[in-house]
């Protein structure tokens, strides 16, 4: 087995080799074309990742402009309504936002801080800190995102400078929902890897607005974290591409790599939106569906070619590894029980010997008892079913670590490397309860005949060392089982132990 299995493995080097030579030829071409492509690509990639991240900049701008032009509006509204109270200010307001679906909610701040909202408003100040955004406006101010506790949805928060009508300053705020501006990034057109962010330039919070991963769309996390992974090479190169945001550029782009792909990043300046960028990044596989087409056309081409004849030695290596496997396993192994047979077991077994003298284990003959009544009672395909399962009883207990054997009838042989007798015994009782689980027949029956087994057995290198020396010693064993009443297993001069 071990010689057969040299000369396979060289075999299968001289295949590989030829194989990898062959492919080596094809995959030249295919870098060529391929070099080519990228080329074209990195320009590609660059130009659309900007046109995108244009066109989308450009609907947020407008939606967020008819909302801060709304929110103005509505300031002045209330500025000059001859409302001297605060709290009668707020009355109409909040009816204004009741027939707005797309307002949540609508509130006042007066110059004291005194918040005119509902009780579940007031606690989202307290919790998010608002009024200190709301200073912040200039004339417009926006909240990060938060989850508004009344529905359970992301949402932001527009606050807008506003004269009181007795001419005192305050805020006018309005709370939108964040998919009003996250929706501005969504396009049948953009690829489904195009990635589409929300990015404040000063706290480095971002917003998915759009991307590959549809569980991450409309999450808020930081920039650090999402571009964390970016390759020691390319660090640098964002951190100037970073540097322009904070410094208030328009646009820029950036192209780097996170492990094996690359990807082009651009960003626009948001204006009505103070602080706040578009990021747009595509991988550098994203192109149009014209190129795509043409280099995938190529690709094909080359792949298919590549893949027929490699086939080809694939077949031809298959059917003569094939039909070398039946002539060797005709010529070692038991038609029935797949085992081994009695030459190449004696070879196996012997040339073991040879190379590991001093190592422990032990061989076993094993005979299955009276299996002539099973073949008489339930006919010889039960007797085969019975050595089947037999045999794959004593492959599941011993598997690798030994050589099995069926010598002939119910005559089984077993050559165990590496274990020592006690762990051998052990297994041989588990050998008896899982024979005698075998069902001989079709269907289990109370009168079915018990399977089991007697087993002699020769430990080495204290028995010998020579296979035809064990050999008598577990046949001298095996003698004094059946002698014994069979149904137990022996060592060489020790007592024989029924199985229970």
């Not at 035809?468 to 009443?485: I, M």
Request: glycine share 6%.
């Amino acid at each position: 087995m071990k010689t057969a299995r040299k000369k396979k493995e060289k075999d299968n080097s001289s295949f590989v080799t030829s194989l990898m030579m062959y492919l080596f030829i094809y995959l030249i071409g295919m870098a060529l074309v391929i070099t080519v492509f990228n080329s074209l690509i990195k320009k590609h990639d660059k130009q659309l990742t900007g046109e995108i991240c244009g066109l989308v900049t450009e609907k947020m701008n407008n939606s967020i402009r008819y909302m801060t032009l709304s929110a103005e509006d509505v300031s002045a509204v209330l500025s000059a309504q001859d409302i001297r109270s605060s709290e009668s200010l707020y009355d109409p307001l909040k009816k204004c936002a009741d027939r707005k679906p797309e307002i949540l909610s609508m509130g006042l701040i007066d110059s004291s801080g005194s918040i005119y909202a509902s009780e579940s408003e007031k606690r989202e100040f307290e919790k998010w800190d608002m009024l200190k955004l709301a200073k912040q406006a200039d004339p417009i101010s926006i909240s990060p995102p938060y989850r508004f506790s009344k529905t359970g949805e992301t949402v932001f928060t527009m606050f807008v400078d506003m004269t009181f009508p007795d001419g005192s300053d305050g805020y006018l705020f309005m709370t939108y929902p964040l998919a009003e501006i996250q929706n501005m990034a969504y396009s049948d057109s953009i690829g489904s890897k195009t990635d589409i962010w929300l990015m404040n330039a000063d706290s480095d919070n971002i917003i998915q607005c759009a991307g590959s991963n549809s569980y991450l769309i409309g999450s808020w996390n930081n920039a650090l974290l999402t571009f964390g992974d970016i390759n020691d090479r390319d660090i640098s190169r964002y951190d100037k591409w970073k540097s322009k945001m904070a410094n208030g550029e328009r646009s820029a782009a950036v192209v780097y790599g996170i492990g094996n792909v690359r990807y082009t990043q651009v960003f626009s300046k948001i204006d009505y939106m103070h602080g706040w960028y578009l990021v747009v990044r595509m991988p550098s596989s994203s192109l149009s569906k014209t190129m795509l087409g043409f280099r995938t056309t190529v690709l094909i081409f080359i792949v298919v070619m590549m893949a027929a004849t490699t086939l080809l030695f694939v077949l031809v290596r298959k059917r003569s590894l094939r039909e070398r496997a039946v002539l060797e396993s005709l010529s070692t192994h038991d038609p029935l029980t797949g085992a081994l047979n009695r030459l190449a077991f004696d070879r196996e077994a012997e040339e073991h010997l040879k190379t590991t003298q001093r190592k422990q284990g032990a061989l076993l003959f094993i005979d299955v008892d009276h299996f002539k009544q099973v073949n008489d009672r339930y006919g010889h395909a039960a007797g085969d079913k019975v050595l089947k399962e037999f045999t794959n009883a004593l492959n599941e207990l011993f598997g690798e670590k030994a050589y099995i054997a069926r010598y002939g009838g119910d005559e089984f042989t077993v050559f165990v490397k590496g274990l020592n007798k006690e762990t051998v015994s052990i297994r041989i009782g588990q050998l008896s309860k899982m024979a005698s689980a075998i069902i001989p027949g079709e269907k289990k029956s109370p009168d079915d005949l018990k399977i089991t087994f007697s087993c002699g057995g020769a430990f080495f290198p204290d028995d010998g060392i020579e296979l035809k020396v064990l050999e008598r010693s577990a046949d001298t064993a095996l003698y004094r089982v059946k002698e014994n009443g069979r149904n137990g297993y022996a060592w060489n001069n020790e007592k024989v132990i029924n199985h229970s």
